[in-house]
């Protein structure tokens, strides 16, 4: 019995031995499991890092030097290769790269939009890229300038847009152009007024003409068609006024005081002038003669024959003589009402007029600027 009780307990402490070494193996194997997954995991940790920051800096990161905003102009001709040089000038090394990177996959090269488009500060590489591949550029703040002819305008307008001042000239000359738009030559000056509006730099022409005349219309539609049509006027013949009105006195308070003048030598009625009295405005002498430097009327200036010249022509002429302003509009919409119906430059020089009612008024007001004229050495 003793013998048996022996061996067995012998057996079972060689198994129970067996089973603790083969948990301690277990144990061990976990543990370097364990450690390996923690090195498997800094190191991912590690890659991914790199990747956020190397994705940041590439990718993410605000791609202007200096972190100021620029601006970018891609026209018709330019390439895949001349918009990375034109990036490049402007880019961070890095973020440039990334742009490249991104443009590369996706074809870039073959699909080219033009436009202006603004990378602000904090545009990233993978933001200027969508916005280029996908035309979202930013549009510019167009203002329509009170020029006096369309070749000044068009100077101006290529200045701030696409198209180039030729082909703007060009179109505002051509009858049938002006026709689209219900004007003439004469009279396609009244399409434009003179506001501040956001367009796309590459707006077509004809785009931008049709969005002049709905801003024509919706300036217009409503308070002041009414009020031409009080006094008699239409919108063209109001703007044609207008332009000569601010060709007179750059002083905006006198304004309304110089449109009825004017009107009311346009509405006199009596046998002299049954159809009403020569405007006699020297501004539309210099704009026949394309002297727009001209201090002095002398008389052989009024020999001109020009429909232009309204001492020759009653009435209004053909159209405008400028681009006339807002204030120039509106001041003839509500005109002064008065009688007077001549006027004189000061002869303070101050940019004010003498008002008269009667010819002889007028003549002693125009020997006092002619003898300031005089003394000043003004020819």
Known sequence: MMIYAYFDTAWWLSRGGSKLSTLNQMQRKKKKQAKTKRK????????????AVGGWLYFLSGMPKGGQTAYLYID??????????????ISKGTAFTGFKTLAGLSSYGSHVKTGRYEIGGGMGALTVWRHLKNGMQTP??????????????????????????????TALKDESVC???????????????????DVYWNT????????????????????????AKQLGLSP????????????????????????????????????????????????????????????????????????????KYAGLPPGPIRIPSVAGIDAV?????????????????????NFARTYEEHLQNARKYSEALNQRGIK
């Not at 077509?204 to 009020?227: I, Y």
């Open 40 to 51: 498997y995991g800094i190191a991912a940790a590690l890659v991914i890092a790199l990747l």
């Open 76 to 89: 018709e001709d330019d390439t895949a290769d001349s918009v990375y040089n034109k990036l490049s000038a």
């Open 140 to 169: 510019v703040r167009l203002t329509v300038p009170s020029v006096r002819t369309m070749e000044d305008l068009a100077r101006e307008l290529s200045r701030k847009l696409m198209l180039d001042s030729a082909t703007i000239a």
């Open 179 to 197: 026709e689209k738009y219900g004007y003439d030559t004469a009279t396609i000056t009244c399409l434009f007024i003179p506001n501040t509006y």
């Open 204 to 227: 077509s022409l004809e785009n931008f003409l049709t969005r002049m005349q709905r801003e024509s219309q919706a300036f217009w539609k409503g308070r002041r068609e009414e009020k």
């Open 236 to 311: 063209v013949e109001v703007m044609t006024l207008a332009s000569i009105v601010d060709e007179e006195t750059a002083a905006n308070a006198e304004k309304p005081m110089v449109a009825g003048m004017y009107y009311n030598r346009l509405t006199l009625r009596d046998g002299e002038y049954p159809e009403g009295m020569p405007l006699q405005a020297d501004p539309t002498v210099k704009y026949a003669w394309k002297r727009f430097d001209l201090r002095r009327i002398w008389h052989n200036l009024l020999t001109i024959d020009s429909p232009y010249n309204t001492y």
């Open 333 to 353: 919409l509500d005109l002064k009402h008065h009688d007077y119906l001549y006027m004189c430059a000061k002869e303070d020089f101050s940019g004010r007029h």
